[in-house]
């Protein structure tokens, strides 16, 4: 999309009016909204197309609803209305991308451009984002994505959410297909760019592990073209052969090993992650957070607070006080077990790092519950079966498999009556109501399509 992306400051973004006519009328709106059930008043409603939903459709309901103004397709039944409140356009997703492109590009701070923070990666990349919302929050006012809204959707919606109050902003970009990155930082024009890591996902998208580096290299390339920085994990041999190959990158570098730290061994009475310094003992970072790979998350935003000023201590504290949310890497006690829940996504390498976790948990009942990793197209068979092979070395008492694809595996695997297997989330659910585990530990993880939060209030 960078053919649109350039067109943003003075082309039509579809029909016949300007982006910046546009964006006049987004001046006077409270915002914008793309769902009209959430409509609060006075926004700018775009009518976004999907392949099952058509927005167009609720156009006129969302001005009934409180919307001053509906951006709506030329081509849609609902333009042919003559009513004022209706802005036609040839493509309202790419009108929406070009009106938030705009947007950040008239962005200052202090007469200056207001920087622009955009991450990505394989796993860890909200977490990362919450956690450096959370340590430049000490000393600015914070415009980050809420949720994961990381897409050609919701990085233009993060966008547009910048105010006059905003000293920086932290976009997360997600991407599932070559030239997926490329797109969104034509949009958000990142000042400094983070990848936190690559990894096996998105495989029947990306072709391979080589496409994904690939393609979350395109943040590389952008910032190498605008001469700009990245924050760059020294540690990780995959990321820094990726900088390499771009030799005038100007990087930041963090790292356990760079710095000269370690994760602190977990413990009954220290469950959360801790980072401890070789040559300080007195030195120590206690974390809310699970598992010894969001050690890399945490160094990355301590590594953007040092950049922009925010003090060690200050940065500290609050990685310190932040508690995860929304399934991610939180560790909860229920009256009869303790869980690790990481259920918001999974694919081979956040899968294998939850596994080496629970393989340091010192626990006399080790549950693993694991829904199918998705998307990974031919090579998920396989993938999955090398995920049944690590689950020995944790020293599991049983393991939950849910999916079609965990079944495919279980198939070339052969039995092991400490495995059990079930077609869905809803399905273990049954089972857990029945069986009333106690006394263990257990790791909760599969892909968002599995819903595997559903299995929590069985536990």
């Given at each position: 999309?960078?053919?649109?992306?350039?067109?943003?400051?003075?082309?039509?973004?579809?029909?016949?009016?300007?982006?910046?006519?546009?964006?006049?009328?987004?001046?006077?709106?409270?915002?914008?909204?793309?769902?009209?059930?959430?409509?609060?008043?006075?926004?700018l409603?775009?009518?976004?197309?999907?392949?099952?939903?058509?927005?167009?459709v609720?156009?006129?309901?969302?001005?009934?609803?409180?919307?001053?103004?509906?951006?709506?397709?030329?081509?849609?039944?609902?333009?042919?209305?003559?009513?004022?409140?209706?802005?036609?356009?040839?493509?309202?997703?790419?009108?929406?991308?070009?009106?938030?492109?705009?947007?950040?590009?008239?962005?200052?701070?202090?007469?200056?451009?207001?920087?622009?923070?955009?991450?990505?990666?394989?796993n860890?990349?909200?977490?990362?984002?919450?956690?450096?919302?959370?340590?430049?929050?000490?000393?600015?006012?914070?415009?980050?994505?809420?949720?994961?809204?990381?897409?050609?959707?919701?990085?233009?919606?993060?966008?547009?959410?910048?105010?006059?109050?905003?000293?920086?902003?932290?976009?997360?970009?997600?991407?599932?297909?070559?030239?997926?990155?490329?797109?969104?930082?034509?949009?958000?024009?990142?000042?400094?760019?983070?990848?936190?890591?690559?990894?096996?996902?998105?495989?029947?998208?990306?072709?391979?592990?080589?496409?994904?580096?690939?393609a979350?290299?395109?943040?590389?390339?952008?910032?190498?073209?605008?001469?700009?920085?990245?924050?760059?994990?020294?540690d990780?041999?995959?990321?820094?052969?990726?900088?390499?190959?771009?030799?005038?990158?100007?990087?930041?570098?963090?790292?356990?090993?760079?710095?000269?730290?370690?994760?602190?061994?977990?413990?009954?009475?220290?469950?959360?992650?801790?980072?401890?310094?070789?040559?300080?003992?007195?030195?120590?970072?206690?974390?809310?957070?699970?598992?010894?790979?969001?050690?890399?998350?945490?160094?990355?935003?301590l590594?953007?607070?040092?950049?922009?000023?925010?003090?060690?201590?200050d940065?500290?504290?609050?990685?310190?006080?932040?508690?995860?949310?929304?399934?991610?890497?939180?560790?909860?006690?229920?009256?009869?077990?303790?869980?690790?829940?990481?259920?918001?996504?999974?694919?081979?390498?956040?899968m294998?790092?939850?596994l080496?976790?629970?393989?340091?948990?010192?626990?006399?009942?080790?549950?693993?519950?694991?829904?199918?990793?998705?998307?990974?197209?031919?090579?998920?068979?396989?993938?999955?079966?090398?995920i049944?092979?690590?689950?020995?070395?944790?020293?599991?008492?049983?393991?939950?498999?849910?999916?079609?694809?965990?079944?495919?595996?279980?198939?070339?695997?052969?039995?092991?009556?400490?495995?059990?297997?079930?077609?869905?989330?809803?399905?273990?659910?049954?089972?857990?109501?029945?069986?009333?585990l106690?006394e263990?530990?257990?790791?909760?993880?599969?892909?968002?399509?599995?819903?595997?939060?559903?299995?929590?209030?069985?536990?």
């Amino acid at each position: 999309m960078t053919q649109k992306g350039e067109k943003a400051d003075s082309a039509a973004p579809g029909g016949s009016m300007e982006t910046g006519e546009l964006y006049g009328i987004f001046s006077r709106c409270n915002g914008v909204s793309t769902d009209s059930r959430t409509l609060k008043g006075g926004e700018l409603f775009f009518a976004l197309k999907g392949e099952n939903f058509d927005g167009n459709v609720y156009a006129m309901a969302a001005l009934d609803a409180g919307a001053k103004y509906a951006v709506v397709d030329s081509g849609s039944e609902v333009a042919s209305s003559d009513d004022s409140r209706l802005i036609k356009v040839d493509d309202t997703l790419e009108a929406l991308q070009c009106l938030a492109r705009y947007h950040r590009s008239r962005s200052f701070v202090n007469g200056k451009p207001l920087p622009v923070i955009a991450l990505t990666g394989t796993n860890g990349k909200t977490t990362t984002k919450e956690l450096i919302r959370a340590v430049l929050s000490v000393k600015y006012n914070v415009t980050a994505t809420e949720g994961n809204l990381n897409n050609s959707i919701g990085v233009p919606l993060t966008l547009l959410k910048i105010s006059a109050d905003t000293e920086v902003a932290v976009v997360e970009m997600g991407a599932s297909h070559p030239g997926d990155i490329s797109e969104l930082v034509s949009i958000a024009l990142p000042n400094y760019g983070l990848i936190t890591n690559v990894g096996k996902a998105h495989l029947a998208g990306f072709g391979s592990f080589e496409g994904v580096k690939k393609a979350k290299g395109e943040l590389y390339d952008y910032i190498q073209r605008t001469a700009d920085k990245v924050f760059l994990n020294v540690d990780s041999r995959d990321l820094t052969d990726m900088a390499a190959q771009r030799p005038d990158l100007s990087v930041i570098p963090y790292g356990l090993e760079y710095q000269g730290l370690y994760v602190a061994a977990a413990d009954e009475n220290h469950p959360f992650m801790r980072i401890a310094s070789h040559g300080n003992q007195e030195f120590m970072i206690e974390t809310n957070l699970v598992g010894s790979y969001n050690a890399a998350n945490v160094l990355a935003a301590l590594a953007v607070g040092k950049e922009f000023g925010v003090s060690m201590e200050d940065a500290v504290r609050a990685v310190e006080t932040y508690v995860p949310s929304n399934s991610r890497s939180q560790m909860m006690k229920t009256e009869r077990n303790i869980l690790i829940v990481d259920a918001y996504n999974a694919n081979p390498t956040s899968m294998s790092a939850a596994l080496q976790n629970m393989k340091t948990v010192n626990a006399r009942n080790k549950i693993l519950m694991l829904g199918d990793m998705l998307e990974l197209g031919k090579d998920s068979v396989g993938e999955h079966l090398d995920i049944i092979r690590q689950m020995d070395s944790t020293g599991f008492a049983r393991a939950y498999l849910v999916g079609n694809e965990f079944r495919k595996a279980l198939e070339q695997y052969g039995s092991d009556e400490r495995i059990f297997w079930f077609r869905d989330s809803a399905a273990l659910y049954d089972a857990l109501e029945n069986e009333h585990l106690s006394e263990s530990v257990i790791l909760v993880k599969g892909s968002r399509g599995m819903r595997m939060e559903k299995v929590i209030s069985a536990l």
